[in-house]
Every structure is written in C-alpha cells, then in structure tokens.
C-alpha cells in the first residue's frame, strides 16, 4: 500500500524568537514593508518563487555562529532595495554575489544580527 502524496500550497509563516518582538516586528515594518495586518501578523505578499533548503549544520552562510535561520526576501531592485536601506543606515553585511540563472543577491542584518538576504530572481527562475 502507498503513502498517499502530500502537496503543500506555500509557505505559511516565518516564526522565530527575538529579544525584543514588538520593536524587532516595527524594524521590519519600516524598512521592509511587512506589515502586520492583523493581531495574528498576517502578511500579504506577492507570489513567485519559494526556495526551502536545508544547510549544513555548520554552515556561515546565516552569518554568526549560533543563527539557525536566515531569512531570503524576493526584491525586483536588488540595487534600488540596497540604495534605499542604506539612506537608512542599514549596511550590507556581505558582498552581493549573482548566480546565473538564479539572480542576484545582496544581505544585510537586523536590528538583533539576523542576517537577511535580498534576492533579485533572474526571468529564467520566475519561471519555475
């Protein structure tokens, strides 16, 4: 007898402990956008592609030692999104790397040293 298949819909939520929730959560609505739209944090984003791998356990692409996450944020300007934080005083933690057929990329870190990575899709990756 088979398993049956299991077919997830997307991504559901990004949940993650922080000193500070309520100030980290404001940081993120200010310089990103994500609001939270409701008392259950709802965010509304615009399709397109999901990227779920696992790293090594020993892995320094999250940066610090210690961070067991990273967050990946889908930009259509890698470099207007990058020009714009730093006008705000968020700098780049990494040098921006392109990977041909993926896209570009670009990372900075919030408030706490959770380093996030800004990724520009190539046309070639927003087509599954």
Request: proline letters at 5%; hydrophobic letters at 45%; aromatic letters at 12%.
């Amino acid at each position: 007898m088979s398993s049956p298949t299991i077919r997830i819909a997307g991504l559901g939520g990004v949940f993650f402990r922080a000193r500070d929730p309520a100030a980290l959560a404001k940081w993120y609505e200010e310089h990103f956008g994500i609001t939270q739209a409701n008392e259950h944090g709802v965010w509304i984003q615009q399709a397109g592609p999901t990227v779920f791998a696992p790293f090594e356990e020993a892995t320094d692409y999250f940066g610090p030692a210690g961070k067991a996450f990273m967050f990946n944020f889908r930009v259509s300007d890698l470099e207007g999104t990058l020009s714009a934080l730093a006008e705000q005083g968020i700098v780049e933690v990494k040098h921006r790397e392109v990977m041909d057929g993926i896209g570009s990329f670009g990372w900075v870190a919030d408030p706490e040293g959770n380093r996030i990575e800004l990724w520009e899709p190539a046309k070639r990756a927003l087509q599954g």
